[in-house]
């Protein structure tokens, strides 16, 4: 299996709520094609209601068993990079779970319910990355739909592990 891992920076947001629980929410912002120059957690930007971060550095792996799903995330017609961040509860207060391509992997990331995921426009030299992985690496593989056989009850079945057992004495 052929791997690429690319280089990207993480902006992330922190903007203020009109809540009673909370007076802030973070959310993944942009992801950067290339990592710039500067240290994790320098702020970018700072309005009254709004600052942005630059979280830092991350991976983005590329396998080339995921070519297909590469390929679904570009037919859609803007090719997308799922972004997830945890909240730590001390400082720094985000940690970079990770950046996918891949649209079920980006899924993936939304099923634990303390991570904030954002599906972010991808950039155009990321994009001419992972197009150049998919050309390189994708296999069209043939669907190949399973032929179901007839079902015998008197060979037993699915969920059957021998005969019947027999009724116990204390039963009717």
């Known amino acids: 299996m052929a791997q690429q891992h690319i280089q990207v920076g993480v902006v992330v947001e922190r903007r203020a709520v009109d809540s009673p629980w ?7 912002l ?5 990592p710039p120059d ?17 979280l ?9 068993v995921d070519t297909a799903h590469f390929r679904e995330n570009f037919q859609t017609g803007e ?4 972004v997830a961040v945890r909240p730590t509860g001390c400082e720094p207060p985000l940690e ?3 950046v996918t391509a891949d649209p079920f992997e980006g899924e993936v990331y939304s099923e634990n319910p303390d991570d904030i995921v ?3 426009a991808m950039p155009a030299a990321t994009a001419a990355q992972v197009l150049a992985f998919f050309d390189a690496h994708h296999v069209e593989r043939a669907f190949i739909k399973r032929q179901r056989s007839e079902h015998d009850p008197r060979k ?11 009724p116990r004495e204390d039963e009717p």
């Open 22 to 28: 909370i007076d802030h929410a973070w959310s993944p």
């Open 30 to 34: 942009a992801v950067l094609p290339e």
């Open 38 to 54: 500067l240290a994790d957690w320098t702020k970018l930007t700072d309005a009254a209601d709004r600052q942005s971060y630059y």
């Open 56 to 64: 830092g550095a991350a991976a983005l792996t590329l396998h080339s």
């Open 79 to 82: 090719a997308k990079l799922w």
């Open 96 to 98: 970079l779970v990770g």
């Open 118 to 120: 954002e599906a972010l």
């Open 156 to 166: 037993g079945g699915a969920g059957r592990r021998g005969p019947p057992a027999a």
